[in-house]
């Protein structure tokens, strides 16, 4: 047996097997103790810098660092089952970190926001829920150390000179002519940046590391500059802030994260990410083994769009209804739209991981989305186009009960009573005059059985001066109802849905689609929003059974023949449910797209 295998059959929290590369780090570093000899505090160093340190001694320690700028979408959905996936497997934790460092862009509805959508996706992150404001004054202490260490400068260059300066791809950069100035001299500039003595974009501070790198990532880059904002969370304490790249790596080693999981844009970013602990590390202020970075392909999904600056201008510009519009792709939007948590992770599961860049068809998000809700939807019947039948010879004050089973796969739901009448609503599309070729359902003279219920013939149509057909008369053999002895004794190929005219109630049902028409929206340069679908909300005045009127908000159901539906989180009331189309019950996209 290998020492990896040993490993495992030791520690049953882990997987059965390796199923990326991410797994296969993590496996690597458990087998050798990696993690297991931090000795976080006892050292040289500010006290604040490990009072926000976890307790706790999980071996294995990811985070999820949403900014709350903005709502989560479908792309964060992938890294938080990938953090807290890999933490739960591991028996390790997995923090839920908020990257405030920006508070020009940051809200506390964000926040609230983030919260919900983590706990929906069904994750807990327990004791450890971190915000990068906690560590403000950790990181300016580690700021001074750099500038005193000589390893950091304030630079008084303007925007533009600094970009001039930086260098191309191809070409180095040119030092700043600040880029000498004595630490004691640093020192006492980024002092008064702190105290408020200069106005934005007087100064910034810069790591000194060497402008000639050939990763433009390493050349000087900003750590520190002059914003007066007021933040969500420390008011008008700080008029400087720390920039993402320098608080990041900070965040992780403070929180004692193992395992830094990014996505792929941050790859050039990894050197810098260890420079940065290195020097910290070599100051005393932090412990090692350091954090170790490493990045994973992004989710690249069809006929979507994730980026934050189109999904502002989708809602801005009125092309949507808000950021949680069932069309959206943020968790917001999924979630309204009849998405389920199970069904998120279950996708994330099926794309897995990898290092390279590819597309996934929101197909295969859709069809996990039918997966789940086949297995926990129950059925229920809503005639989403009516035309009005008649049985000619039923009874005019009559009404019975039929029963319908709740799930075909799940006996112990048990079944429910559909009622039973004279006239009842059927599919328009359940009809026709002329029947093409293979036709099975409703015209002139043929039979089909009322599901559930009995079998019907078409006797004649009732139509109005332009030829729409504007009810359909039958007659109906009162010895096939379904259930009852000898029902089957007639054959017929056609089996339809209804409901009773005299029971059904009327709502206006929210068929939802792709949001755009084509799986690259705004490829090669076109504006993203031509290529909008027209199609992509319609709202049929429906009929439906009387048992969906109790329907609660959130409550999922199959439509037979329809797809999934689910009552809306925000719309619906006692009693008057408004559904909206989660996904239909097969791909309609597949040979189109």
């Known amino acids: 047996m290998s020492d990896a295998a040993k490993s495992k059959k030791k520690n049953p929290t882990q997987p059965p097997s390796a199923s990326n590369f991410i797994r296969s780090v993590i496996e690597s570093d458990l087998e050798q103790s990696k993690y297991t000899a931090r000795t976080w505090g006892g050292h040289p160093g500010p006290a604040a810098v490990h009072a926000g340190a976890p307790q706790d001694e999980a071996r294995v320690r990811t985070r999820f660092p949403p900014e709350p700028n903005g709502y989560l979408h479908i792309g964060h959905a992938k890294s938080i089952c990938l953090n807290f996936g890999l933490a739960r497997d591991y028996g390790g934790a997995c923090h839920l970190r908020f990257d405030d460092t920006n508070p020009e862009k940051e809200e506390q509805e964000y926040v609230e926001s983030i919260l919900e959508s983590v706990r929906w996706l069904g994750f807990d992150w327990g004791s450890h829920l971190y915000y990068a404001s906690d560590y403000f004054d950790v990181m300016y202490e580690a ?9 950091a400068y304030v630079d008084s260059q303007s925007a533009e000179d600094m970009r001039r300066n930086r260098g191309t791809l191809t070409e180095p950069g040119q030092n700043s002519p600040f880029r000498d100035r004595s630490p004691a001299e640093n020192l006492r500039v980024l002092r008064e940046m702190r105290d408020g003595k200069h106005p ?17 990532n390493l050349r000087d880059p900003v750590i520190y500059r002059i914003r007066r904002a007021a933040h969500h969370r420390t008011g008008d304490k700080w008029c400087i802030y720390p920039m993402y790249t320098y608080a990041h790596p900070l965040e992780d080693a403070l929180e004692q994260i193992t395992h830094s999981i990014c996505t792929l844009e941050f790859e050039d970013q990894r050197p810098f990410y260890d420079w940065l602990l290195e020097r910290l590390a070599e100051g005393g ?34 092309r949507v209804e808000g950021w949680d519009d069932p069309r959206m792709p943020t968790l917001v939007g999924a979630r309204r739209r009849g998405y389920t948590p199970e069904g998120f992770r279950l996708f994330a599961d099926r794309i897995g991981v990898s290092k390279a860049d590819s597309w996934i068809d929101y197909g295969v998000l859709e069809d996990c989305m039918r997966e789940d809700l086949n297995a926990r939807a129950e059925r229920r019947i809503a005639v989403l186009d009516p035309v009005k039948l008649v049985i000619d010879n039923y009874p005019e004050d009559r009404e019975e009960e039929c029963h319908a089973p709740n799930h075909p796969q799940k006996p112990e739901l048990g ?32 039979e089909v059985r009322l599901r559930y219920a009995f079998v019907v013939k078409c006797e004649r149509l009732e139509k109005d001066a332009a030829g729409n057909i504007l009810a359909v008369h039958c007659s109906y053999d009162p010895d096939t109802k379904s259930g009852t002895p000898g029902a089957d004794k007639k054959k017929v190929k056609g089996n339809i849905h209804w409901v009773s005219a005299r029971h059904a109630f009327s709502s206006g049902v ?8 084509v799986p690259q929206p705004g490829a090669g340069q076109r504006d993203f929003l031509l290529d909008l679908n027209p199609d992509s909300k319609r709202i ?37 449910p408004v559904f909206n189309r989660t996904v239909t019950l097969r791909d309609s996209w597949g040979k189109s797209g």
Not at 143 to 151: D, F, N, R
Not at 433 to 444: I, S, V
């Open 143 to 151: 700021a001074e150390y750099l500038v005193t260490a000589g390893h």
């Open 285 to 318: 202020l932090l412990a090692r083994p350091l954090p170790q970075q490493i990045e994973f392909a992004r989710l690249n999904l069809t006929y979507v769009v994730l980026s934050k600056r189109k999904l502002i201008q989708l809602v801005e510009e009125g």
């Open 510 to 517: 929210r068929l939802y689609d792709r949001l755009f028409r």
């Open 540 to 576: 049929a005045t429906a009929r439906l059974e009387p048992a969906l009127r109790e329907a609660q908000p959130e409550q999922r159901f199959q439509f037979e023949r329809h797809g999934y539906f689910v009552a809306d989180l925000k719309d619906s009331r006692p009693g008057t």
């Open 200 to 216: 934005d974009g007087a100064h910034v501070l810069r790591a000194k590391i060497d402008m000639a790198a050939p990763n433009i």
């Open 415 to 446: 079944r429910r009573a559909v009622p039973f009448s004279k006239e009842l609503w059927i599919e328009r599309e359940d009809v026709t005059e002329h029947p093409p070729k293979g036709y099975f359902r409703l015209y002139p003279g043929n």
